[in-house]
């Protein structure tokens, strides 16, 4: 007697294409243009744009810190670097110091005046 074959019917509908729950959410076409801009930068599709703003904005803040204080540390070696070039090699080290330090920290009067830093202790 011969085996007889057996046949698997086929689901209804468009096949799956994630595991992940669909959500939908209604966005400004101004706020779409953005998005569709940032994914453009990193060759992206408008859902993994969106995914990775949304992974980006909700990550802990210690994750950012690392780069941004790598980044100032390589911004202030920089200037100490360029600081070292113009200053005039026949001064005494300490006048030396001092103006190294004006040119990297910027003048007192102008750092008493910066919103971003930190007011000084009097």
Known sequence: MAKSIKVHQKKRGRPATGRDPAITVRLPQTLMIKIEQWGAIRE???SEAIRGILEQALAPPSQNKPAKKRKAQ????LAERTAERLVDKS???EERDHCKRR???GPKELRETRE???KSKP
């Not at 390589?74 to 070696?77: R, Y």
């Open 116 to 118: 971003d830093l930190p």
């Open 91 to 93: 001064m005494p080290s």
């Open 44 to 46: 992206l599709t408008r």
């Open 103 to 105: 040119v990297v920290k």
């Open 74 to 77: 390589e911004a202030l070696e």
